[in-house]
């Protein structure tokens, strides 16, 4: 998809499976199950989308799915299948790990920074994309470095240490413009410092929601949130703001989780926290 001066790729780390509960938090099954469909362990089918940006200059990536450094019996729990997955992907689009020269982490979840390393000929761990230097929210590192007893499931110090002994992690200090046309602005409720990414050409706009929103009903149906969320309430005021914001400013809306790969603009509707997202073929 080209926006403005950029051209946006929607890459992918593949599919796996979870409970369908948790995506929907409070929503009860007899509603949610219309729009996936479980399987009989009750577990519906979630992509792990990445987007590419390139600029003309840069080689951007945001997020790195899973990777893999999952154990077997981690990888056949989810049903998480292949090798090299987001790797497959972007050399598709003909794009080769060196090329990329920054990866932004929305945040340190295994699935959103797995691929960030890899595994080298001697079995030490190395950053994925040599060339590239991976940015995170300083308050982010602080939580995904000091785990609690919620989040430690999630946080995996393989996933970020790696980057910080080659000198590779660049630690922001909340919203920041990275260049011309890309920017980070903190969305914080599914963790603290959760970050979202922006992309800005010739007056067009897009906006990776990352985990602020993983499938469009999360922004149609504000008060539907997830079970994964630190901070459920603060999610629901970052997503009031966006949806503001798409409304008067329409940014295409990306989102990063829905097995589709959707992406669209958002409109309001007649009820307060309601809105109608337009899709778009990507």
Known sequence: MRLG????????????????????????????????????QNRIRIELHCLLIQTGEHTILVDTGYGDKLSEQERGFMCLEGDRRLIGSLAAVGVAPEHVDMVINTHLHGDHCGGNTCYDGDGNLVPTFPNADYYVQRLELA????PDERTSGTYHRENWEPLQRAARLRVLWGDARLTGEVRVMVTPGHTPAHQSVVIESRGE???????????????????????????????????????????????LLIFNHHPDGVAGYLHAMDRPDRFRLERVTW
């Open 5 to 40: 001066d950029t051209r946006l790729h929607l890459v992918s780390d593949g599919e796996y499976w979870i409970d369908g509960a948790g995506m929907f938090g409070l929503m009860p099954r007899t509603e949610w199950q219309e729009l996936a469909e479980p399987d009989e």
């Open 143 to 146: 939580d995904a470095s000091f």
């Open 205 to 251: 706009a897009a906006v990776f929601l990352a985990d602020t929103a993983h499938w469009p009903l999360h922004m149609e149906r504000l008060e539907v949130l997830t079970a994964y969320d630190a901070q459920p309430l603060v999610t629901l005021e970052t997503k009031r703001r966006l949806a503001r914001w798409a409304v008067e400013s329409r940014p």
